[in-house]
């Protein structure tokens, strides 16, 4: 069965800086991988998709993904982090035969000012 | 504006009482699903609908049943029988067929408790 494990419960990260959120993959044939973010009490908004071409993919709010096939991981990254990305981070898989996602047990995101 | 709308955003039962969570999307989806929020567990498939009249059991459908009468509503009953119901409910839609890469459009969630 596919799946994404996340290892982060949490990540702290100072303005300004760099982030880097993690999630490892395994699947059987091509990876289809997403990477949603969670406001409190709000529901899922997504933010990219790999489904082939470019390893780097980049999305919405100045972030990007970086696929990497022989380390089976699809980290989430962001040059230059803002206290306004301080939010929970899904990574998903889309499931073989048909298009349900399987998600990541999520990385809290703390932006310090 | 497009979207999927879920009600009530906070629902409060008693044990013993069946609640149903309502969604509704003006997308034109025709997928739906229903995802169960818990603290550290992430997001699990309780019940899915690629088509009207159809759904099919997600990972965790023991004491939920859903219906599918119309494209645009796919509505969750959480009956007595589930055992641990308190938790943030997800709904999301999703174009269907070849066309399709994955991409999954949320509601805004229920939050139901359990008194």
């Known amino acids: 069965a596919q799946s994404v494990a996340q290892p982060e419960d949490q990540v702290n990260v100072a303005e300004g800086n760099p982030l880097t959120v993690k999630c490892t993959y395994s699947?059987?044939?091509?990876?289809?991988l997403f990477w949603y973010v969670q406001y409190p009490n709000r529901g899922l908004q997504f933010l990219l998709k790999?489904?082939?071409?470019?390893?780097l993919v980049k999305g919405s709010y100045g972030f990007e993904a970086e696929f990497n096939k022989s380390q089976t991981s699809f980290h989430l990254k962001k040059p230059s982090a803002l206290v306004s990305d301080s939010a929970l981070y899904f990574c998903?898989?889309?499931?073989?035969?048909?298009?349900?996602?399987?998600f990541g047990t999520g990385t809290r995101l703390l932006v310090s000012p | 504006d497009g979207g999927i709308t879920q009600s009530p955003k906070y629902l409060f039962r008693k044990e013993g009482q069946n609640v149903t969570l309502s969604c509704e999307q003006n997308?034109?989806?025709?997928?739906m699903y229903w995802y169960r929020q818990d603290p550290g567990q992430g997001l699990r498939l309780i019940y899915y609908?690629?088509?009207?009249?159809?759904?099919q059991k997600g990972d965790i459908a023991e004491g939920y049943s859903v219906s599918r009468e119309k494209k645009e509503s796919f509505p969750l009953t959480v009956t007595s029988a589930q055992k641990n119901p308190t938790a943030f409910y997800l709904c999301?839609?999703?174009?269907?067929?070849?066309?399709?890469?994955?991409?999954?459009?949320f509601g805004e969630g229920s939050r139901l408790t359990v008194l």
């Open positions: 699947v059987s044939g091509n990876p289809y």
């Open positions: 999301a839609s999703s174009t269907s067929g070849r066309t399709n890469t994955g991409e999954l459009f």
């Open positions: 998903a898989v889309r499931d073989t035969g048909f298009q349900k996602l399987v």
């Open positions: 609908s690629q088509i009207v009249n159809d759904f």
């Open positions: 790999y489904i082939t071409g470019d390893n």
């Open positions: 997308l034109n989806h025709d997928a």
